[in-house]
């Protein structure tokens, strides 16, 4: 099975100089836990919500906005949509990351690939690696 025909398609991209409440605006609309950044239609890194948690909250009380290029993970590991799920997988595991933004041949952002998709899709078989793969503490 293709990472095409288990991933959620469409994503929205934010750019890097949008605020963090306006970020953590769209993720509770949309129910997310990570938005895509893109510059110039290049994918340059994610906010996630642990990345908010971790890197925003402690700036509050500054009277300087908070942008996304402020507290995005960048190098983020992503796949293409002929990638076979067992090549997703290992990215997963490899990164110890949870989703993957899913880029097509133009490497344009064309989904998200998550672990939930991944547990409808692939069923149980490669689900316990992975789990425990993206679980260990991070280092």
Do not use: W, Y
């Amino acid at each position: 099975m293709h990472v095409s025909e288990a991933m959620h398609q469409g994503v929205q991209t934010i750019p890097p100089t949008m605020d963090v409440a306006h970020i953590a605006e769209i993720m509770r609309e949309q129910d997310i836990g990570a938005v895509p950044v893109a510059d110039g239609g290049r994918l340059v890194g994610m906010v996630t919500d642990r990345d908010l948690a971790l890197r925003a909250v402690p700036h509050l009380h500054q009277k300087t906005k908070l942008m996304a290029r402020d507290v995005m993970s960048p190098d983020i590991a992503f796949c293409h949509t002929e990638d076979r799920l067992e090549e997703a997988i290992r990215k997963m595991e490899i990164h110890q990351v949870r989703r993957l933004p899913v880029m097509n041949a133009d490497n344009k952002i064309v989904g998200m690939l998550t672990i939930g998709d991944l547990s409808h899709a692939g069923g149980r078989s490669h689900m316990d690696g992975l789990m425990k793969s993206v679980s260990q503490h991070h280092s």
